[in-house]
């Protein structure tokens, strides 16, 4: 166990590498700006629309969902890439098992989204 005593300036330092490490996913992901324009949409769309308070944590949960595992994702392959520079199977199951993940999330948030949207847009 770690005895280290807590350090709010350590904290704060935590939340720089986290915003740091957001920004670095938006700068050099293309799948990360790929889902922010997304999320931008949804959340556009959400407004236009004034859905409930239950439709809005239902987006915001899926937009985070697929965030998170986009991130993971991306962190994952990097990792890999430095274990393993040169090809290997078992590295590549690993990060098609890291992508399924995105693409799991990816799914649900259409399906919530077309369960929030479509009665509002066509019904």
Request: no cysteine; net charge positive.
């Amino acid at each position: 166990m770690n005895n280290q005593k807590f350090s709010i300036i350590d904290r704060i330092k935590s939340f720089k590498y986290a915003f740091n490490g957001l920004k670095l996913f938006f700068m050099t992901e293309h799948n990360g700006r790929v889902h922010l324009f997304a999320a931008i949409v949804a959340i556009g769309l959400s407004f236009y629309l004034k859905i409930s308070g239950l439709e809005w944590i239902a987006i915001l949960s899926v937009i985070s969902a697929v965030f998170v595992a986009e991130i993971l994702n991306s962190a994952i392959e990097k990792l890999a890439d430095v274990v393993s520079p040169d090809y290997h199977p078992k590295i590549k199951i690993v990060k098609n098992l890291a992508a399924a993940a995105v693409l799991v999330a990816a799914f649900l948030a259409v399906a919530v989204g077309a369960i929030v949207f479509i009665p509002k847009l066509f019904l």
